[in-house]
């Protein structure tokens, strides 16, 4: 039987601003460390132009200024991830109609944040979880960790034949925040991070829903640098090269087409486009190139409109939209996502 995804359901952090009501905050910020007009002005035109018009946060705007140590910056993250994560299980449970003890396998997934032992753990004493489900902690993975999970998931089901897994998803780069870090990188993460939590269920099923044909990763050679965190006194301190958009669009038919042709389709089958929205530059380049082959990335642009890059949780947003659509069986989707390693993770799709 076809390893189908039975359901997604995000959860929404509790503090939630408009990019409108966020720039005051921004620029009185900018005023505090000294920074003179012409550069509070272009962090202003980053934030307007991020193609981000409101995103939610686990700690009201207040919070998020207020000068925070690592050990408060993680203990607030662990706080929310706990309370989010079971509100995204519950919610892919119930949609998926089963229950706590229905699942053989359940992946976390995050990587703006630290718990030891990893949220499974406590889901599992929280919703009365099967006592041999397995766990899998993904971390590490940044943006691509939710095409991973889906991947790992993929594996682990095609060996146990009728098992159910979850995967959870759970990001709060608002913890990120660099308060003292005034370069480029530190704004346009600013820019364009949310925070948010999201569970999706995969297993057998009769009813029509989509089937994962296949899974795989790309790795780029000698791109380690590309992406991530670097570990501070102050928390993690994103890593984002501007390179990688035009790194993504020398490598972009090599990342697909074999994939793809390997699995006996081409690109003019694929119909379904769920592509993770990494930033405003990546997402331009992406559907500029997705157009020249006449397909369009329009659910993964409104993602990121409305909540943000929520790093790996984001993708997992885009395809909910996908299962919420009445969708055709034999109708073809293909899942995309770029992370730290630097990497591309792809995953194909089947409705049936």
Not at 328 to 339: D, R, V
Request: glycine share 6%; proline share 4%.
């Amino acid at each position: 039987m076809s390893i189908k995804i039975l359901s997604t359901h995000k959860a929404l952090p509790p503090y939630s601003r408009s990019t409108a009501d966020i720039l005051p905050y921004i620029d009185l910020w900018l005023q505090a460390k000294g920074q003179d007009e012409r550069f509070r002005r272009k962090v202003e035109r980053i934030f307007r132009y991020a193609q981000v018009d409101r995103r939610y946060s686990i700690m009201d705007i207040e919070e998020v200024f207020q000068q925070t140590s690592f050990e408060e910056k993680n203990a607030r993250y662990a706080e929310e991830y706990t309370l989010l994560t079971q509100q995204a299980v519950e919610g892919a449970l119930k949609k998926a109609n089963l229950q706590p003890t229905d699942i053989d396998i359940i992946i976390s997934v995050s990587c703006t944040g630290i718990m030891i032992p990893s949220i499974d753990a406590y889901l599992i004493n929280a919703l009365r979880m099967r006592q041999d489900i397995m766990r899998l902690p993904v971390t590490e993975m940044g943006c691509a960790g939710g095409t991973s999970a889906l991947i790992y998931a993929y594996n682990l089901l095609l060996a146990n034949p009728g098992k159910r897994a979850a995967i959870v998803a759970f990001e709060s780069p608002t913890a990120t925040f660099q308060q003292d870090d005034m370069s480029m990188v530190n704004m346009v993460s600013a820019a364009i991070f949310g925070d948010g939590a999201v569970c999706t269920i995969l297993g057998p099923s009769e009813e029509l829903k989509p089937a994962i044909i296949a899974g795989e990763m790309y790795h780029f050679y000698d791109e380690i640098d590309m992406m991530g965190f670097k570990l501070r006194n102050t928390g993690l301190q994103m890593i984002l090269d501007k390179e990688v958009p035009n790194k993504i669009e020398r490598h972009f038919k090599s990342v697909l087409f074999p994939f793809i042709e390997k699995n006996g389709l081409t690109i003019e089958e694929i119909e379904h486009l769920i592509f993770h929205p990494g930033g405003k530059k990546i997402v331009q380049m992406v559907e500029g190139l997705f157009a020249d082959l006449g397909k369009n990335i329009e659910e993964t642009k409104e993602v990121l409109r409305l909540y943000g890059n929520m790093s790996s949780a984001t993708v997992l947003y885009v395809l909910e939209r996908y299962l919420e659509k009445e969708i055709a069986a034999g109708e073809k989707g293909l899942m995309l996502s770029f992370g730290p390693g630097f990497s591309a993770q792809r995953l194909l799709l089947n409705w049936e």
